[in-house]
């Protein structure tokens, strides 16, 4: 009986002892990190910095002039164009950037295709640009990889998940000057997270679509002042460790978030490095390759080739 009253009082007085935890920032990086604080709360502020990524190819062909997403399968980059750039996967050497492979997506169109992701059956590719806010056909298709041949051109058919803004209600144009455009997606669990590139407030919502193909109404599950344009996101599915590309006034930068709590991803650590030494450059897709390396598309500007970089999240510790 003892034993028993023990267990219960125990069970009680967990959340309790739960509670009594400091809370506050428990990243020894940051400028206010607190070393009595045992849960993180996403309070953690950081000295600006900045790093030069390398660049990984000099000269992407003009065929990917536009790349918008990246994804790193079968030893390749794969990419695609943004609005009118066609219905077409590339697939990229890794060490040339020259394309091998192109896939046709006979059943799709390219309104403005902004961001590529993956799980270990299927590739995704988010159909949801929308510069002028006025947007009612966002799509993101789903395309079995055992569609696609190991080697030459072929076509494939992809799935369709539709999705509508369930807190936009006006649709009347405003180019480039609108909450409701995106470039961002990343693929986490059974979902589909997409990041906002809000043109006024420079902030990113964020939104979950499931995988299954249907016609859903999403609301934001958060929003997270990025100070730039967010036009790419991945995430290294084993760290956890999420990255959001974006730019400002043409200038790049990456957010890296960590130590948050499941898909809570704006809940946790949030650290800005800017690309200040590639000013001029329109950083678009990004992608994970592993051991802390990202890889980094950027699209043909007036005053750069279109070309990849090479970004090293342990370079900046």
């Not at 809370?23 to 400028?31: L, Q």
């Not at 070393?35 to 309070?43: L, P």
């Not at 799709?108 to 995704?124: C, G, H, K, L, R």
Request: aromatic share 12%.
């Amino acid at each position: 009986m003892h034993g028993r009253l023990w267990m219960v009082l125990l069970i009680f007085m967990l959340p309790l002892a739960a509670l009594s935890q400091k809370i506050g920032c428990t990243d020894p990086e940051a400028k206010n990190f607190d070393h009595e604080a045992i849960i993180n709360d996403g309070s953690c502020v950081y000295a600006p910095k900045s790093y030069r990524p390398r660049v990984l190819v000099q000269h992407l062909p003009d065929s990917v002039m536009e790349t918008s997403g990246l994804i790193l399968w079968r030893d390749s980059f794969w990419t695609h164009n943004d609005s009118d750039g066609g219905n077409i996967l590339y697939r990229l050497d890794p060490k040339s950037g020259k394309i091998i492979q192109k896939i046709s997506v006979g059943n799709a169109t390219n309104v403005d295709w902004e961001d590529i992701d993956q799980d270990d059956q299927f590739i995704y590719i988010g159909d949801f640009g929308n510069n002028l806010g006025s947007r009612k056909d966002l799509v993101i298709y789903k395309i079995p990889k055992n569609q696609i041949a190991e080697y030459g051109n072929t076509e494939v058919a992809a799935f369709m998940i539709h999705f509508s803004y369930g807190d936009q209600t006006d649709f009347s144009v405003r180019n480039r000057a609108n909450d409701y455009d995106c470039e961002a997606m990343i693929s986490f669990g059974d979902s589909l997270f997409i990041f906002t590139k809000d043109w006024v407030s420079l902030s990113s919502k964020m939104y979950a679509v499931p995988k299954i193909p249907g016609n859903y109404l999403i609301y934001p599950l958060d929003e997270f002042n990025a100070d730039g344009l967010i036009t790419g996101a991945a995430i290294d599915q084993e760290s956890k460790q999420l990255i959001l590309s974006g730019y400002k006034n043409y200038v790049p930068f990456v957010w890296l978030l960590d130590d948050y709590w499941r898909n809570d991803f704006f809940g946790g650590n949030k650290r800005k490095i800017d690309f200040c030494k590639l000013i001029g450059s329109q950083t678009e897709g990004i992608t994970y390759t592993g051991n802390g390396v990202f890889i980094i598309s950027s699209e043909k500007t007036p005053v750069n080739d279109a070309k990849l970089f090479r970004f090293d999240v342990k370079d900046i510790k």
